[in-house]
């Protein structure tokens, strides 16, 4: 039996937990607070996925870069592949914060609004 040491990001407590496993078998999380530590102590050893946070450049705007999230949590082994994609990519103002745009084939969450220039 192997264990994996795992730190919970659903919530500010950041529990370290311990999922104990033989290969693809789990067997218990130990740590965990709450439900949500285990269910993504589980989702994490089965199919680690993660959400994208980062910055875009914007054309046009009174800003060059605006803040997203991904709508979706990705998978760990895409995410190098989407971040290299993303860099070559230009959003146009104007933005308002709550809009969803698609990149790459990913929609992201705009988080913050861009006026265009005047």
């Known amino acids: 039996m192997k264990t994996t040491e ?10 370290e937990m311990e999922v104990l496993h033989e290969g693809d078998t789990l067997h218990e999380v130990q740590w965990n607070n709450c439900r949500r530590g285990e269910a993504y102590a589980i989702s ?8 994208v946070n980062t910055h875009l450049p914007v054309r046009g705007g009174v800003f060059a870069n605006v803040s997203v999230r991904s709508i979706e949590p990705l998978e760990e ?3 190098d592949g989407i971040l290299g994609m ?3 990519q230009e959003l146009e103002a104007p933005l308002t914060a709550g809009d969803v745009v698609e990149v790459v084939g990913v929609s992201f969450r705009v988080r913050e609004s861009v006026a265009a220039k005047k």
Do not use: H
Request: charged fraction near 25%; charge should be positive.
């Open 86 to 88: 993303l860099s070559g």
């Open 77 to 79: 082994d895409r995410l």
């Open 6 to 15: 795992i730190q919970c990001i659903n919530c500010a407590m950041r529990c």
């Open 44 to 51: 994490r050893m089965n199919l680690p996925r993660r959400m």
